[in-house]
């Protein structure tokens, strides 16, 4: 393999590259269609190539690997540094580059064709879900202009509306009736679809041995150990578990100077979906704590006295995160009694 790198700024029809040699020197610039591009890498040496972790590039990289190249997929929000002058594609192909030649930013992991087939269902539910909450807070508005106020809860929009439209004294027109059907209808469909997602979640984590093990975490279900897994993958890119919950966002962000330390809320940075899902595994674990004498449940107790209920759950779930990491990283199971003596 030669010592140069190629930046390369995707795109969905014209891509552009820069390849830098020793010192920074920009050995070539070129422009490809998308036929063309990979023409001229599969007639290269193979070489290095970076591109941003942004749509199509856990493709491309596939395919580069397939013809000899190393290739490295870069955070973007870490190449944005490198940027200098007028942004424009050539100078975005150059940040990639030399962002790569730092060697100091941490590659993101190429993902495989079922890693990607797994993240699609859980993009899928995931907009489902949003579109579940978008239509039934449009029934809730809609009939609310009609003085026909529903509780909240998403749970009380399926129970109300069939009753409302069933009651001829609530003084709705004929036409608002029907729109009102249909978009139930609606909801009703959007909620199986969510349904199906979960199945199919459901069947796809009995059958593979490392969210079994995931699930044996509390607040871990088929939904979160799926997503966990399709998000962490064999957990290698990380050295430690604080650096997978730090990934995610779920360690405080810091706004220091001197010796005067001061930690603010979490950075929320990553995968939102995923934070939301374990933040929520997390809460249904400390809302049902009890009387537990696990060291677990102890500690949540022990968190609780001192703290109050959102910060405990945000610290359970960046707690979860970690462990989840040392059963994927290293093979590891969850030992729920560990600890005691």
Not at 19 to 39: D, H, P, Y
Not at 232 to 238: E, L, N, P, S, Y
Request: positive net charge; proline residues 4%.
């Amino acid at each position: 393999m030669n010592n140069t790198v190629i930046g390369l700024d995707l795109a969905k029809a014209i891509y552009h590259s820069i390849e830098l040699g020793v010192n920074s020197k920009v050995i070539q610039r070129k422009k490809f269609k998308r036929q063309q591009l990979k023409a001229h890498m599969i007639n290269r040496p193979p070489s290095k190539i970076a591109m941003e972790a942004c749509a199509t590039a856990h493709y491309w990289a596939r395919v580069f690997s397939a013809m000899g190249h190393t290739v490295e997929l870069l955070p973007p929000q870490h190449v944005k540094a490198y940027l200098r002058k007028q942004k424009n594609d050539y100078n975005d192909a150059l940040a990639i580059a030399e962002a790569c030649q730092h060697s100091a930013i941490r590659p993101v992991p190429i993902k495989s064709v079922a890693q990607q087939d797994e993240q699609a269902l859980h993009r899928m539910r995931e907009q489902r879900v949003k579109q579940k909450t978008q239509v039934a807070n449009q029934i809730r508005g809609l009939l609310g202009e009609y003085g026909l106020i529903i509780r909240p809860g998403i749970s009380h929009v399926f129970k109300q509306v069939p009753v409302m439209l069933a009651d001829a004294e609530n003084n709705l027109t004929s036409r608002f009736r029907q729109l009102l059907h249909r978009e139930y209808q609606q909801l009703l469909a959007i909620r199986e679809d969510v349904a199906w997602c979960d199945k199919q979640l459901q069947q796809q984590s009995r059958q593979d041995p490392v969210c079994q093990r995931l699930m044996a975490i509390p607040g871990f279900g088929p939904v979160v150990s799926s997503a966990v897994k399709s998000w962490m993958g064999d957990g290698q890119q990380f050295e430690k578990g604080r650096h997978a919950s730090a990934a995610l966002g779920l360690v405080p962000r810091q706004h220091s100077s001197g010796d005067k330390i001061r930690l603010l809320g979490i950075t929320k940075c990553g995968d939102k979906y995923l934070r939301s899902l374990v933040v929520n595994g997390a809460r249904a674990v400390v809302a049902h704590v009890g009387h537990k004498t696990d060291p677990l449940s102890v500690w949540i107790q022990r968190m609780r006295e001192r703290h109050c209920f959102n910060k405990v759950v945000v610290a359970l779930a960046n707690k979860l995160i970690r462990m989840a990491w040392v059963i994927i990283a290293r093979g590891d199971t969850y030992r729920p009694n560990a600890g005691q003596a």
